[in-house]
Nanobody
Framework: QVQLVESGGGLVQPGGSLRVSCAAS????????MSWVRQAPGKGLEWVSN????????HYADSVKGRFTISRDNAKNTLYLQMDSLKPEDAALYYC??????????WGQGTQVTVSS
């Protein structure tokens, strides 16, 4: 069955960096658009970034553009999100999801990112 397992979250100080990962299985990862979506406490889902199957086309929410970088390793069936210059407002539960543009059909369980001094 389809599985998406995020990892790499944690506590980081403002201005710091963190890389979260998503290990995929149960489907053809190399043929799938993938996305990162986050949810801050008490708020709704916010799309963060997506990447096409080959990895050559990426898109970012304005709130993270220039600070976050999405990438993928199709040989390892793994999706990444490199987060730099983190702000307190980036604190959230980060999910990877298969699909893009709101049409997500599978989700992971999420990894918590906390940004605090």
């Amino acid at each position: 069955q389809v599985q998406l397992v995020e990892s790499g979250g944690g506590l980081v100080q403002p201005g710091g960096s963190l890389r979260v990962s998503c290990a995929a299985s149960g489907f053809t990862f190399s043929s799938s658009y993938m996305s990162w979506v986050r949810q801050a406490p008490g708020k709704g889902l916010e799309w963060v970034s997506n990447i096409n199957a080959g990895g050559g086309d990426t898109h970012y929410a304005d709130s993270v553009k220039g600070r976050f970088t999405i990438s993928r390793d199709n040989a390892k069936n793994t999706l990444y999100l490199q987060m730099d210059s983190l702000k307190p407002e980036d604190a959230a539960l980060y999910y990877c999801a298969r699909g893009s543009d709101g049409a997500w059909d599978y989700w992971g369980q999420g990894t918590q990112v906390t940004v605090s001094s």
